[in-house]
Structures are given as structure tokens and as C-alpha cells.
Nanobody
Framework: QVQLVESGGGLVQPGGSLGLSCAAS????????MAWYRQAPGKQRELVAS???????NYADSVKGRFTISRDNAKKTVYLQMNSLKPEDTAVYYC?????????????WGQGTQVTVSS
């Protein structure tokens, strides 16, 4: 079974920084694309950033210039560096991995990690 294990969440003051990591295990190949989503209480889950195996990135407008997504294909790991954090960034952050092969597509989710930005 493919598992995505997240780490790096926590409590930080406004203006601070946090780095998230998500490692995929149980697969012999690297994901086609990996992404970070977040969900705050009472709100819909939203895409924060995504990155393809070729390094093409995409960011939500709300985090452009502050967050950076990167990946290590060999380690099957995706990272999210979050700088200049704001209270509105508070949410549970979920890692997502997209695998493709044999005419099929597979999607997996991490367990989620809490990020709280508060003074």
C-alpha cells in the first residue's frame, strides 16, 4: 500500500516560518505530481501548491511569494517551505500524490498536519 507520511507542522507566530515534508512509501515509482492542500475548520479544502515530476509548479494566489514547493523524485518526497506566515494560513495541511500507469490513475492523501499561526 502507498502511504504518505507528513511532518513539520506546529505553532508559529505571525511572520514566522515553517517547513513541511511528505514522503511517499510503498511504491516503486515516483509520483507524477505531488501537491499540498489545506483545510480550515468550516471551510472547503483548497489547493495550496502543486509540482510535477518535471518541476513545474503552481501556487494559490494567497500564498504566492511566501510559500515554495519542491520535491526530490529519488526520495519520493515533496516539501513546502512557508515564510511570512499569517493567521489566515492556519489549517490542517494535507499532502497529495498522483500516480499514473497501466492506463489508470491513483491518488493518495497524507494524514494531515496542523499548522497554527497565532500570537
Amino acid at each position: 500500500q502507498v502511504q504518505l507520511v507528513e511532518s513539520g507542522g506546529g505553532l508559529v507566530q505571525p511572520g514566522g516560518s515553517l517547513g513541511l515534508s511528505c514522503a511517499a512509501s510503498g511504491s516503486t515509482v515516483s509520483p507524477y505530481a505531488m501537491a499540498w492542500y489545506r483545510q480550515a475548520p468550516g471551510k472547503q479544502r483548497e489547493l495550496v501548491a502543486s509540482i510535477t515530476s518535471g518541476g513545474i509548479t503552481n501556487y494559490a494566489d494567497s500564498v504566492k511569494g511566501r510559500f515554495t514547493i519542491s520535491r526530490d523524485n529519488a526520495k519520493k518526497t515533496v516539501y513546502l517551505q512557508m515564510n511570512s506566515l499569517k493567521p489566515e494560513d492556519t489549517a490542517v495541511y494535507y499532502c497529495n500524490a498522483h500516480f499514473s500507469g497501466n492506463r489508470m490513475n491513483y491518488y493518495y492523501w497524507g494524514q494531515g498536519t496542523q499548522v497554527t499561526v497565532s500570537s
